[in-house]
């Protein structure tokens, strides 16, 4: 289990989150969902040990990886994929160079062809199922959408073979097709090698799809969680409601294996 227990957290007085506690299989998909200002990527720092008291965060409470508490600073476990894909990666050399880094720094900055020429077919074989063409792996970041840096983000992500992925808003850059085949392919990637992921939205359709189940966070705190299939049909907290009412998104119409299965 990944949890998180009596987990609050204030800025210069001022509570953020107040009293958090949310439990996720770490085989499979857990979803965060607020609105803007709800809280959702202090939470997400906090979970990566992000959240530094030299910039005014107090916080408090513990977080549970596997039944043992991380650490407040590094959680070497959990590999995250942020928001803002132009900060995650590095102006300087080509995609496929930035990609292998974390292998390069994994191995003591050395590389040999052999573990090169295996990563480069493992790039290459999630650049096809990310739709990315091979020929973007040449290209420097400043010559790469936000859609596909955003693409190359997670499957940088993939690539280190993670115990446990936590994202912020995955596919928010990406257009309503490619979010599609992105969220089809993390969701085959979860089933078939039960690799637990941890996912951050506004998008109540987008995490109905991908997720076994979903907290609503609502002015710093949890007001519900569930099952999607469970909580859209009978949504309790007054936002969950109003966001049912409102669903409109690229998912809609689509019943997800999720919603149809749990
Ligand atoms: N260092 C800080 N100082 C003051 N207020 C802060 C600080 N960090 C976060 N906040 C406030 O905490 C609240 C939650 O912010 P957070 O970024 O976690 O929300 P969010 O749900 O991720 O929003 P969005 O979806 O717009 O990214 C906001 O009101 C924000 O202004």
């Not at 959702?40 to 040990?49: D, H, M, N, P, Y």
């Not at 910039?55 to 991380?70: F, M, N, Q, R, V």
């Not at 020929?135 to 993939?158: M, V, W």
């Not at 076994?212 to 469970?230: M, R, T």
Request: glycine share 8%.
């Amino acid at each position: 289990m990944f949890a998180l227990k009596n987990i609050t957290v204030k800025v210069n007085g001022r509570i953020l989150l107040n009293q958090i506690n949310l439990t996720a299989d770490t085989n499979q998909i857990t979803g965060l969902i607020g609105k803007s200002g709800s809280g959702k990527s202090t939470l997400f720092r906090l979970a990566l040990g992000l959240l530094s008291p030299t910039e005014g965060y107090e916080w408090s409470g513990s977080i549970d990886w596997k039944g043992t508490p991380l650490s407040k600073k590094q959680n070497p476990n959990l590999q995250p994929v942020f928001q803002d894909p132009h900060g995650s990666f590095s102006p300087f050399g080509s995609m496929k160079d930035l990609l292998l880094e974390p292998i390069r720094i994994k191995n003591g900055y050395f590389l040999s062809d052999e573990i090169k020429k295996k990563e480069t077919l493992k790039i290459e074989s999630f650049c096809k199922r990310f739709d990315l063409g091979l020929d973007l792996l040449n290209k420097t970041k400043q010559e790469l959408s936000g859609g596909q840096l955003q693409r190359f983000a997670i499957l940088r992500s993939l690539l280190t073979n993670p115990e446990y992925l936590l994202l912020d808003e995955p596919v928010t850059a990406l257009d309503v097709l490619v979010q599609k085949k992105i969220a089809e392919e993390l969701k085959q990637i979860n089933q078939i090698n039960r690799l637990g992921m941890f996912f951050v939205s506004h998008d109540l359709g987008f995490l109905s799809f991908m997720c076994d189940e979903i907290y609503v966070l609502d002015g710093g705190e949890i007001v519900e969680a569930g099952k999607p299939k469970e909580i859209l049909i009978n949504p309790k907290s007054g936002l969950l409601q109003s966001l049912v009412a409102a669903r409109n998104h690229s998912f809609g119409g689509v019943v997800s294996s999720s919603e149809s299965s749990n």
